[in-house]
């Protein structure tokens, strides 16, 4: 039997859902089902009903119970005994995205650098969803991420601690026109032409709160895609060079506001807002991690 299959049976069971669980654990939806026979062959009875909705067998809730509190136990003592024979040396191993490394985590690290002292940091950079795979598993210690609806349902409150850290604002911009007027703006109240948009793909979470805020709008928004990336910046380089509409972070297109390169899009109600978040398991207590977790400022900040 392998952790693995522990762990893959307790995300199943949060979720109901194969594909969904198998996308979160970073695997294949085949190669997801054969790791939770395998389970039910080590088992020696199957764990759940494989019908719609998809539900455990009394057999798989007893069986839930029992991974859960084994998994905490053995991720509970990992942590204790790396802390025990650890170098004090070793560093916070922290998952984030590309931005949040970028423009966000400098000063933050400056902040608690100021509060606590130097402290070594591993980053790991990559999606939301890899980055609470990784916590989960035990690959990392903290997550710094974008909170958005996608995040919120995916980070568990009973096995996780969260702090927002910062509050920040997704900005409609566009390049300005020969006038000095944004070159493709947004007026909830008047007939609009289709937009050229550029978007965020799928695995940028950002993308489930700018879609949750249009949804909520009293109007729908004429917006016609016409390019999509999994980055920020790279969306950012697009508006510039006044390809289309975006709505960005505020702590990416603070510069280009400032310079004029880029302008206010919309009326006030296209800024959308959202928060920056920390996350743990709250199983792993090691003195590096507690050392940081109450050095936070319990107030976020305005990024």
């Not at 194969?18 to 979160?24: H, T």
């Not at 939301?128 to 995040?151: R, W």
């Not at 109240?189 to 949750?212: H, K, M, N, Y």
């Not at 975006?246 to 280009?256: D, I, Q």
Request: aromatic letters at 6%; a neutral charge.
């Amino acid at each position: 039997m392998q952790l693995e299959w522990l762990e893959d049976f307790i995300e199943l069971a949060r979720t109901r859902s194969l594909s969904r669980a198998a996308e979160i654990r970073c695997v294949t939806h085949p190669a997801f089902g054969r790791r939770i026979r395998a389970l039910e062959d080590w088992v020696g009875v199957p764990l759940i009903e494989r019908k719609q909705p998809l539900s455990l067998t009394p057999a798989g809730v007893l069986f839930l119970d029992a991974a859960t509190q084994s998994m905490e136990l053995l991720l509970a003592a990992r942590a204790q005994f790396r802390h025990l024979g650890m170098n004090r040396d070793e560093p916070l191993r922290i998952a984030t995205g590309r931005t949040l490394a970028r423009v966000f985590f400098p000063d933050w690290y400056q902040s608690l650098h100021d509060r606590i002292g130097a402290f070594p940091v591993s980053l790991v950079t990559g999606g939301a969803q890899e980055a609470i795979a990784k916590l989960t598993a035990g690959e990392v210690d903290l997550q710094l991420i974008f909170s958005s609806p996608l995040t919120r349902i995916l980070i568990d409150s009973e096995r996780f601690d969260s702090r927002v850290l910062a509050q920040e604002e997704l900005l409609p911009v566009s390049a300005p026109d020969a006038q000095g007027r944004p070159l493709f703006s947004i007026q909830t109240d008047s007939e609009l032409s289709s937009i050229p948009w550029l978007g965020f793909s799928p695995t940028l979470s950002l993308r489930g709160v700018l879609a949750q805020h249009l949804a909520r709008l009293p109007h729908r928004l004429a917006l016609r895609m016409i390019y999509q990336a999994d980055s920020y910046e790279a969306i950012l380089e697009m508006a510039l060079r006044g390809g289309g509409l975006a709505w960005l972070p505020g702590m990416v297109v603070k510069e280009a506001l400032a310079a004029g390169e880029l302008l206010i899009a919309g009326d006030p109600e296209m800024r959308i807002g959202f928060d920056i978040s920390l996350h743990r398991l709250r199983s792993n207590r090691s003195e590096r991690v507690m050392r940081v977790w109450e050095a936070l400022s319990p107030e976020p900040q305005t990024a």
